[in-house]
């Protein structure tokens, strides 16, 4: 099994750019998140999805949307990409409930000039 | 905020020494999960401990809980040059009812571990 993997693993914006960043999981989890990771902040949530067809925001929400569309997959969007938006983007899954045990993918550093 | 801290931020060791690292929280918990990450890497789940467990181990890891203090410490026996990395608590939070729950991470534990 792959676990959780992130696609791509850098890029590199200008302001006003729009990109998706895409993560897959093959562990048929139902739960699946986007962090994000900042020097000195630890990992914030950005969006969640409990499930096929569904999304629900999370601590750092502004600027982002995402979609589940199909269960293996989450999709993470920048429609406007700002300078602020530089961060490291960690995809995780979970097979049962938000607070239990998760898969973190191997990440993808994004730069927004 | 229920964020768990981390404490200290930055440890420094020789091999073979042990490596202690201490998580705080405000709020009652679920459970308590400690996470690893190699620089450049994700996080990888190390153990988790829930609010009715005292302490844990796996391997040369031991955890310990005391909920009555809101706080946690990720012990590592015998340490390697290959246990380097950064080391977060993250608390698990369920309010019940239609609430999905929370996990929250702590800013982190820098450990080195010189050979």
């Known amino acids: 099994n792959a676990g959780v993997t992130q696609t791509p693993k850098f890029r590199v914006l200008k302001t006003g750019q729009s990109m998706t960043l895409l993560c897959a999981q093959d562990?048929?989890?139902?739960?699946m998140y986007w962090y994000r990771q900042d020097p000195g902040m630890g990992l914030r949530l950005i969006h969640y999805?409990?499930?096929?067809?569904?999304?629900a925001k999370g601590e750092v929400p502004d600027g982002y949307n995402v979609s589940r569309l199909k269960k293996q997959n989450f999709l993470l969007g920048l429609e406007s990409a700002a300078p602020s938006q530089t961060s490291v983007y960690f995809c995780?899954?979970?097979?049962?409930?938000?607070?239990?045990?998760?898969?973190f993918g191997p990440g993808t550093r994004l730069t927004v000039t | 905020s229920q964020q768990g801290e981390e404490d200290p931020q930055a440890l420094s060791i020789q091999e073979g020494e042990n490596a202690t690292m201490n998580c705080s929280y405000k709020?009652?918990?679920?459970?308590l999960q400690w996470y690893r990450q190699n620089s450049g890497r994700g996080l990888v789940h190390l153990i988790l401990?829930?609010?009715?467990?005292r302490e844990k181990h796996s391997g040369r890891l031991r955890v310990t809980l005391d909920t009555s203090k809101k706080s946690s410490s990720l012990l590592i026996t015998a340490s390697r040059a290959a246990d380097t990395a950064s080391y977060f608590c993250?608390?698990?939070?369920?309010?019940?009812?239609?609430?999905?729950?929370?996990?929250?991470f702590g800013q982190g534990t820098i450990l080195t571990v010189h050979p």
């Open positions: 995780a899954s979970s097979y049962g409930r938000v607070y239990e045990r998760q898969y």
């Open positions: 401990i829930r609010s009715n467990e």
């Open positions: 709020t009652s918990i679920n459970n």
């Open positions: 562990m048929n989890h139902e739960y």
């Open positions: 993250a608390t698990a939070f369920n309010a019940g009812g239609t609430s999905y729950g929370k996990l929250t």
């Open positions: 999805s409990v499930g096929e067809g569904t999304t």
